[in-house]
């Protein structure tokens, strides 16, 4: 672990680029091969499996708990978490907190069982730690997982991160060393920080927003080569830094979130652009697409508002998911369940709002935490989900240690299982 820090330390400052391109591009190349065969082996994996119903008629149940893991050993409540994301095959999840580091947590066997003594004792907290943690050296700006990682495949067990002053880091989800880094130059030669990022659907290119600028890499080929495209041509594109990249699943398109409180459309194969959406209140701090690629939920900063739009026809908004998030200036994430009937969202209330995005109706909401739950995310094929809550509290000097101690459920990041519609 001590390697992987001082080489993500020393990789914004490497200075025989050539090397590290020669030393790294055989892993890079390996974790990117085979893309079209993993592509079909993956949608026949889809289309023989039978995604669950889930069935909202009953609260989930928590199975896991973690909060000990997030707690800062001087001040408990200096450190919160700010996201969560699950892996592509499930066997694990990946926080980001405050005091820069990812860490890695496996789901345990008996999640996978019907009836755990971790269901029959709800709410008591996990004793093991995350069984892997990544250190950056500065505030992680966003991460995302390798879209056809497999915990069995070491080549493909990778996720990128990217954080302030830092080149995008390539990282071993199985190790926790460092792979390879992407890096981007501005006009003064200086390396400058992706504000988002993200794989394409196949795994070949990897896609990072800046200022008014898409870069997209080359997965097979890290270091500093990139294409750039400028967003802002024409004067309608989002004119802000980009704040989120989600792909199509379907149909070739990609859509990118701004601080400009727009939302733009493009093209994948050559960054056409082909809308640009207005409506958000805040800066747009996610945008994600349906399962089926007909329709995107964009949410922004201090909006208490998620939008639905029809790519199809983008002239109006289809409907408004509401949320508890108009005060805060944190990101709150929301994600689809793999069915794709289902959409929940986190709050600053606590609470975990889901869905029916048929036409928009709310079905269910629980309290998942006691602060803030700023991450939500789906199991990719089990009835399962995970959250994460924190936000930033700011003490007095002279506040007693009772008084700046932490709750169970404050900071905290767990797992729920939800039931299923042939189980009831």
Request: charged letters at 20%; hydrophobic letters at 35%.
């Given at each position: 672990?001590?390697?992987?820090?001082?080489?993500?330390?020393?990789?914004?400052?490497?200075?025989?680029?050539?090397?590290?391109?020669?030393?790294?591009?055989?892993?890079?190349?390996?974790?990117?091969?085979?893309?079209?065969?993993?592509?079909?082996?993956?949608?026949?994996?889809?289309?023989?499996?039978?995604?669950?119903?889930?069935?909202?008629?009953?609260?989930?149940?928590?199975?896991?708990?973690?909060?000990?893991?997030?707690?800062?050993?001087?001040?408990?409540?200096?450190?919160?978490?700010?996201?969560?994301?699950?892996?592509?095959?499930?066997?694990?999840?990946?926080?980001?907190?405050?005091?820069?580091?990812?860490?890695?947590?496996?789901?345990?066997?008996?999640?996978?069982?019907?009836?755990?003594?971790?269901?029959?004792?709800?709410?008591?907290?996990?004793?093991?730690?995350?069984?892997?943690?990544?250190?950056?050296?500065?505030?992680?700006?966003?991460?995302?997982?390798?879209?056809?990682?497999?915990?069995?495949?070491?080549?493909?067990?990778?996720?990128?991160?990217?954080?302030?002053?830092?080149?995008?880091?390539?990282?071993?989800?199985?190790?926790?060393?460092?792979?390879?880094?992407?890096?981007?130059?501005?006009?003064m030669d200086e390396i400058t920080a992706a504000l988002s990022i993200s794989f394409n659907s196949t795994g070949s290119k990897l896609f990072a927003g800046y200022n008014k600028s898409i870069r997209v890499f080359d997965v097979h080929r890290p270091g500093r080569d990139f294409e750039e495209y400028s967003l802002a041509k024409g004067g309608e594109g989002p004119t802000g830094i980009v704040s989120s990249i989600s792909?199509?699943?379907?149909?070739?398109?990609?859509?990118?979130?701004?601080?400009?409180?727009?939302?733009?459309?493009?093209?994948?194969?050559?960054?056409?652009?082909?809308?640009?959406?207005?409506?958000?209140?805040?800066?747009?701090?996610?945008?994600?697409?349906?399962?089926?690629?007909?329709?995107?939920?964009?949410?922004?900063?201090?909006?208490?508002?998620?939008?639905?739009?029809?790519?199809?026809?983008?002239?109006?908004?289809?409907?408004?998911?509401?949320?508890?998030?108009?005060?805060?200036?944190?990101?709150?994430?929301?994600?689809?369940?793999?069915?794709?009937?289902?959409?929940?969202?986190?709050?600053?209330?606590?609470?975990?709002?889901?869905?029916?995005?048929?036409?928009?109706?709310?079905?269910?909401?629980?309290?998942?935490?006691?602060?803030?739950?700023?991450?939500?995310?789906?199991?990719?094929?089990?009835?399962?989900?995970?959250?994460?809550?924190?936000?930033?509290?700011?003490?007095?000097?002279?506040?007693?240690?009772?008084?700046?101690?932490?709750?169970?459920?404050?900071?905290?990041?767990?797992?729920?299982?939800?039931?299923?519609?042939?189980?009831?």
């Open positions: 672990m001590e390697a992987a820090e001082e080489q993500a330390a020393a990789a914004p400052v490497a200075a025989d680029c050539a090397m590290e391109e020669d030393a790294s591009a055989e892993v890079a190349t390996s974790a990117a091969a085979g893309e079209e065969d993993d592509a079909a082996a993956l949608a026949a994996a889809e289309a023989a499996y039978s995604w669950p119903e889930l069935s909202f008629d009953l609260p989930p149940r928590r199975l896991h708990h973690f909060a000990d893991q997030f707690r800062a050993p001087r001040s408990p409540a200096d450190n919160f978490l700010k996201g969560v994301k699950w892996s592509p095959d499930g066997s694990s999840f990946l926080t980001s907190s405050d005091d820069n580091s990812l860490r890695l947590f496996y789901l345990p066997e008996d999640a996978y069982s019907a009836d755990t003594a971790a269901e029959a004792a709800v709410g008591a907290q996990d004793s093991y730690g995350a069984s892997l943690q990544v250190n950056e050296g500065e505030p992680v700006y966003d991460f995302c997982w390798y879209p056809y990682m497999s915990v069995s495949d070491p080549a493909t067990c990778v996720f990128a991160s990217t954080s302030r002053d830092h080149p995008i880091h390539l990282w071993d989800a199985a190790t926790g060393e460092l792979r390879c880094t992407y890096r981007a130059y501005d006009a792909f199509s699943p379907q149909n070739g398109m990609l859509a990118v979130g701004s601080y400009s409180q727009t939302t733009a459309v493009y093209a994948e194969s050559n960054m056409e652009p082909l809308y640009v959406l207005h409506g958000q209140l805040g800066g747009v701090t996610q945008v994600l697409f349906s399962k089926d690629g007909n329709y995107l939920y964009t949410g922004g900063r201090k909006d208490p508002y998620i939008l639905c739009w029809d790519i199809r026809n983008t002239v109006d908004i289809v409907y408004k998911l509401y949320r508890s998030c108009d005060t805060t200036n944190q990101r709150v994430q929301f994600d689809i369940e793999p069915c794709g009937k289902h959409l929940a969202t986190g709050g600053q209330d606590g609470m975990v709002h889901i869905y029916d995005l048929q036409g928009g109706q709310w079905v269910t909401g629980f309290q998942a935490a006691a602060d803030t739950v700023n991450g939500f995310s789906f199991h990719p094929y089990l009835p399962l989900a995970t959250t994460s809550s924190g936000h930033r509290r700011f003490g007095m000097e002279d506040e007693s240690e009772e008084e700046s101690s932490l709750s169970g459920d404050e900071n905290c990041c767990s797992v729920w299982k939800f039931s299923c519609s042939q189980e009831t």
